[in-house]
């Protein structure tokens, strides 16, 4: 590792985690790499990474995380590979991919994210602000006519399943989820459907809010109660809510049903668009684990 790449790269566990990761992330971005000695494509990737971080000099850090060190970290992520990537921003995860990337496809995965340092590109952010929002319907049947001209652009199919879902068509999304290549089945877009799809998925069949409300009333440590509320919430009107019934099961019965709540809560974080509220419940929910 160069000098220059070190000032930007650094060595992640949980005691530096929610400092160096969680809250320095609210002003500048934070790549973390899991990965591991024994691995192969890991010390590909590696390198990569840092000679990108000296490059893009202080536009992002690059934080390195043993998983056999640190596998308390890995298991808050979901890893279940390596080496897997996850883009950090204003606390919450922004997007990630699993595997050794040539450098071309790095770059291009970092210009989604990151600004240029010298601003170039605003005007075009500015005009993106003033073009006219396109609702879930227009969305499906723009995407469904490229489909039908371009048939093997699995990217397109992808589109169409969120699309779907924000349109709240969820078995149609699913169908279309299902069916996408695996290399798109990892992407960050498509493990949030997924997360969103799992979570509407708990409340077939679930008790109203109001009899899970006084279920929990009347004993407060009806988990299974409490974390069906905390789905109703957080997909209704109030995600904070929600959220916060996961935190009493992680804080009082974090072992309960397999460590439900911490799933439930790293599920959630994938289905939020506020940046600001996820943030701050991660950092609830690494205070309690660590």
Same mark, same amino acid.
């Given at each position: 590792?160069?000098?220059? /790449?070190?000032?930007?790269?650094?060595?992640?566990?949980?005691?530096?985690?929610?400092?160096?990761?969680?809250?320095?992330?609210?002003?500048?971005?934070?790549?973390?790499?899991?990965?591991? $000695?024994?691995?192969?494509?890991?010390? $590909?990737?590696?390198?990569?990474?840092?000679?990108?971080?000296?490059?893009?000099?202080? #536009?992002?850090?690059? #934080?390195?995380?043993?998983?056999?060190?640190?596998?308390?970290?890995?298991?808050?992520?979901?890893?279940?590979?390596?080496?897997?990537?996850?883009?950090?921003?204003?606390?919450?995860? &922004?997007?990630?991919?699993?595997? /050794?990337?040539?450098?071309?496809? =790095?770059?291009?995965?970092?210009?989604?994210?990151?600004?240029?340092?010298?601003?170039?590109?605003?005007?075009?952010? #500015?005009?993106?602000?003033?073009?006219?929002?396109?609702?879930?319907?227009?969305?499906?049947?723009? =995407?469904?006519?490229?489909?039908?001209?371009?048939?093997?652009?699995?990217?397109?199919?992808?589109?169409?399943?969120? &699309?779907?879902?924000?349109?709240?068509?969820?078995?149609?999304?699913?169908?279309?989820?299902?069916?996408?290549?695996?290399?798109? &089945? +990892?992407?960050?877009?498509?493990?949030?459907?997924?997360?969103?799809?799992?979570?509407?998925? $708990?409340?077939?069949?679930?008790?109203?809010?109001?009899?899970?409300?006084?279920?929990?009333?009347?004993?407060?440590?009806?988990?299974?109660?409490?974390?069906?509320?905390?789905?109703?919430?957080?997909?209704?009107?109030?995600?904070? $809510?929600?959220?916060?019934?996961?935190?009493?099961?992680?804080?009082?019965?974090?072992?309960?049903?397999?460590? &439900?709540?911490?799933?439930?809560? =790293?599920?959630?974080?994938? +289905?939020?668009?506020?940046?600001?509220?996820?943030?701050?419940?991660?950092?609830?929910?690494?205070? =309690?684990?660590?």
């Amino acid at each position: 590792m160069t000098d220059t /790449a070190t000032t930007h790269v650094f060595d992640v566990d949980p005691t530096n985690f929610e400092t160096d990761v969680l809250q320095a992330s609210q002003a500048t971005p934070v790549l973390v790499d899991f990965w591991a $000695t024994w691995c192969g494509p890991c010390k $590909t990737l590696g390198p990569m990474l840092e000679k990108l971080a000296a490059e893009y000099n202080g #536009a992002f850090r690059l #934080a390195k995380v043993d998983v056999d060190k640190n596998q308390e970290l890995a298991g808050m992520f979901g890893i279940r590979s390596i080496p897997t990537v996850m883009l950090v921003k204003n606390g919450e995860i &922004a997007d990630g991919f699993s595997g /050794a990337l040539p450098e071309g496809q =790095l770059r291009e995965f970092l210009s989604r994210h990151l600004q240029p340092l010298d601003g170039a590109g605003d005007e075009d952010a #500015a005009d993106a602000v003033e073009a006219p929002a396109e609702t879930p319907e227009q969305a499906i049947n723009r =995407l469904q006519q490229a489909i039908a001209t371009e048939p093997d652009r699995a990217e397109l199919k992808l589109d169409l399943a969120l &699309a779907l879902m924000q349109a709240g068509q969820s078995d149609a999304a699913e169908t279309e989820l299902n069916a996408l290549p695996a290399n798109l &089945a +990892t992407d960050a877009r498509a493990v949030r459907l997924r997360s969103q799809l799992e979570l509407a998925s $708990t409340l077939k069949n679930a008790p109203t809010l109001a009899e899970l409300q006084q279920r929990v009333q009347t004993d407060a440590t009806d988990w299974e109660a409490r974390d069906l509320l905390g789905v109703r919430l957080l997909l209704g009107d109030e995600p904070a $809510t929600g959220l916060d019934q996961f935190l009493v099961i992680l804080e009082k019965a974090r072992d309960w049903n397999d460590g &439900a709540a911490k799933k439930r809560l =790293l599920a959630a974080f994938n +289905t939020l668009d506020d940046a600001e509220l996820v943030g701050r419940y991660r950092r609830r929910m690494a205070s =309690l684990l660590f």
